[in-house]
T-cell receptor
Framework: AQSVTQLDSHVSVSEGTPVLLRCNYS??????LFWYVQHPNKGLQLLLKYTSAATLVKGINGFEAEFKKSETSFHLTKPSAHMSDAAEYFCVVSGSGTYKYIFGTGTRLKVLA | EPEVTQTPSHQVTQMGQEVILRCVPI?????FYWYRQILGQKVEFLVSFYNNEISEKSEIFDDQFSVERPDGSNFTLKIRSTKLEDSAMYFC??????????????FGPGTRLTVL
């Protein structure tokens, strides 16, 4: 069975400092991994996805994530936080003969001025 | 940019009543999904739908739930007799293709269902 664990439910950073949102996955097969962001009253927006083509994945708005098979991790990073990054972030795994998404519990990012 | 839309944004109903949640997927997409998120819990898969059939469903999706694509644009989720525990945010999603599991699902903003 597949699962994802988001290690922090809340993360606070100061504007201009780096962001790290942690995600570990469990999968019997080579997984597909995604990060989605949800701003208040908005839908879930895709930030980036890992499809086995490259372990370092670049997404929108300066975010990137690195797939590390040995650590079963897919952490999301951004070099410099912006106030507009404040939102909830979801790590998602899919694959293994199913197309349904399995979500992590989410990490709420707060950006301090 | 095309978006998935959902109506209503908030639905309040009495226990035992039927509700229909509506979604308009992106127009050229062929695969449709419903997920839900109970407050404070994970987003959970309910059902996927393709070619007018359910292609996969979770154990949550029991006989009280049904889905339908009544016309060329809408995709609906019906709960026949709502229970208190059905209170949740319901997300609709669609994807263009399902050649592989890397196909991106595009999500709507959700409908918050409150059962009293």
């Amino acid at each position: 069975a597949q699962s994802v664990t988001q290690l922090d439910s809340h993360v606070s950073v100061s504007e201009g400092t780096p962001v790290l949102l942690r995600c570990n996955y469990s999968s019997s097969y080579s997984p597909s991994l995604f990060w989605y962001v949800q701003h208040p009253n908005k839908g879930l927006q895709l930030l980036l996805k890992y499809t086995s083509a490259a372990t370092l994945v670049k997404g929108i708005n300066g975010f990137e994530a690195e797939f590390k098979k040995s650590e079963t991790s897919f952490h999301l990073t951004k070099p410099s936080a912006h106030m507009s990054d404040a939102a909830e972030y979801f790590c998602v795994v899919s694959g293994s003969g199913t197309y349904k998404y399995i979500f992590g519990t989410g990490t709420r990012l707060k950006v301090l001025a | 940019e095309p978006e998935v839309t959902q109506t209503p944004s908030h639905q309040v109903t009495q226990m035992g009543q039927e509700v229909i949640l509506r979604c308009v997927p992106i127009s050229n997409h062929l695969y449709f999904y419903w997920y839900r998120q109970i407050l404070g819990q994970k987003v959970e898969f309910l059902v996927s739908f393709y070619n007018n059939e359910i292609s996969e469903k979770s154990e949550i999706f029991d006989d009280q739930f049904s889905v339908e694509r009544p016309d060329g644009s809408n995709f609906t989720l019906k709960i026949r007799s709502t229970k208190l525990e059905d209170s949740a945010m319901y997300f609709c999603a669609s994807s263009e293709d399902r050649v592989s599991s890397t196909d991106t699902q595009y999500f709507g903003p959700g409908t918050r269902l409150t059962v009293l």
